[in-house]
């Protein structure tokens, strides 16, 4: 374990924390389980947000087992939790290494002790290249690769490796939708920039992002996602043929499609024998009760997850939100105290699974949110006070799914771990600036 990762273990929780009782006595982050608040019992402040930490391990085995099947690394991609604990166990679970999308979080997981990188974005002009070379040179034991979509990305590379004192990796980024070279003369470009710098910069691979070129249209994705592999590996042989001994990457893989990347690029590496296809997929691990439920669930409609028996029905939902019922000021009304403070709301609202009363769990059949405030949660109260058999009530603590992992997380300073018995055992602390 980093000295950082055991600081920051030691680093205390008070209730300036969301989720701690107000006037609780300070404790340490590595020492929350020994408090055995049940977020279901009303231990804990609310809101709160919490990590089913069973589902978690098991999503994790899940997307590593199909890795292992596949041929494939995994890098997962940080920017989900921005919680170096959880980056940093998941290298120790087998990771390749992990993914980052901008300098402050580069400067975090290394920090934390997970030094193989990748830096899968661009990062703009010469300054913050030179801000890339200072990390790098106050971590001589990092391995980052970068991408590049330009001529003019390269130049910000080049000024972080002369201000780093060393030679480092560029990704040659293909695209469309997003970032990413869109055509056979944006890649020469990038490749001959990279070439006029010999002593600052090496080919080390491709990337793309296949969620970029998405759409509504199932059969359009797939066409789409198809001929960005096509181009992909169209770039990958250019690499090749200016770099014909290194080890080179290929990397792509969010959480929605990765299934079609490996059909497109998992034998462009087999083929070449000397390159590694790494997946980036980082809400994958956590899993919703949204979007990517429904794109997992179109992931096994195409059946697109071919992992021994499994399926990828078998990823479950890993995090929850826990809000009281502040009150029923109408009778198909009810408001809950969190918002858009507490809750991703840029793909679905929350969705109400259970309601808890004095350790009972209840039905929450019916509840729907209809919109949010910045603190306030509408929920919608079929047939008036009857829910189920039973009267919501003020004082009654709801259990929220979310959609969209990435925008919830980022919203909490510390997220924390639930054991099988719903209790807090762990605490994570994130790191989002």
């Known amino acids: 374990m980093s000295l950082f990762l055991d600081a920051l273990l030691d680093s205390p929780l008070d209730d300036s924390i969301r989720g701690v009782p107000p006037g609780a006595a300070p404790l340490r982050l590595r020492d929350v389980g020994a408090r055995g608040w049940r977020p279901a019992a009303g231990d804990m402040a609310l809101p709160v947000l919490t990590l089913d930490e069973d589902a978690f391990a098991a999503n994790r085995d899940l997307i590593f087992a199909y890795a292992r099947r596949h041929g494939v690394a995994l890098a997962p991609h ?61 971590h001589p034991g990092a391995d980052l690769r970068a991408f ?67 759409t509504a249209d199932p059969a ?6 198809a001929a960005l592999m096509d181009r992909t590996a169209e770039t990958f042989a250019l690499v090749r043929a200016l770099a014909p001994e290194r080890p080179l990457l290929l990397t792509a893989g969010g959480s929605a499609f990765f299934d079609m990347v490996v059909t497109g690029l998992a034998p462009v590496a087999a083929t070449d024998g000397n390159a590694t296809l790494v997946l980036r997929s980082g809400a994958i691990f956590f899993h919703d009760h949204g979007v990517y439920e429904r794109a997992l669930g179109a992931l096994d409609a195409r059946q697109g997850f071919a992992c021994g028996g499994a399926t990828a029905a078998d990823f479950r939902p890993a995090l929850r939100l826990w809000a ?72 009654d603590i709801i259990e929220f799914g979310i959609s969209h992992p990435c925008t919830c997380i980022d919203r909490w300073r510390v997220l924390f771990g639930l054991g099988a018995d719903g209790r807090v055992r762990s605490a994570y602390r994130t790191f989002f600036g």
């Open 78 to 138: 940080a920017k989900t939790p921005m919680a170096p604990q959880i980056a940093s166990a998941l290298v120790e679970a087998g990771a390749w290494g992990a993914t980052v999308a901008n300098l402050q979080q580069a400067a975090v997981l290394l920090r934390a002790g997970v030094t193989r990188l990748i830096l899968a974005n661009e990062i703009g002009g010469r300054a913050s290249g030179e801000r890339l070379g200072a990390l790098l040179a106050a």
């Open 148 to 214: 590049a979509d330009s001529p003019a990305a390269v130049e910000t590379l080049a000024a972080a490796a002369r201000a780093a004192g060393r030679r480092l990796p560029v990704l040659v980024e293909v695209g469309a939708g997003r970032a990413g070279a869109r055509d056979r003369a944006a890649v020469d470009a990038i490749l001959a920039a990279v070439v006029r710098h010999p002593g600052l910069l090496v080919l080390d691979g491709v990337a793309t992002y296949e969620g970029a070129v998405a």
């Open 220 to 225: 359009e994705t797939a066409a789409n996602i």
């Open 324 to 395: 009281e019922v502040l009150t029923r000021p109408e009778p198909e009304l009810a408001i809950c105290g969190f918002g858009m403070r507490d809750a991703s709301f840029d793909q679905d609202l929350p969705r109400p699974l259970r309601v808890h009363r004095d350790g009972t769990a209840l039905s929450a059949e019916g509840l729907r949110v209809t919109r949010l405030n910045d603190q306030h949660a509408f929920v919608a109260v079929p047939g008036g006070h009857e829910l189920a058999g039973h009267d919501l009530a003020v004082g």
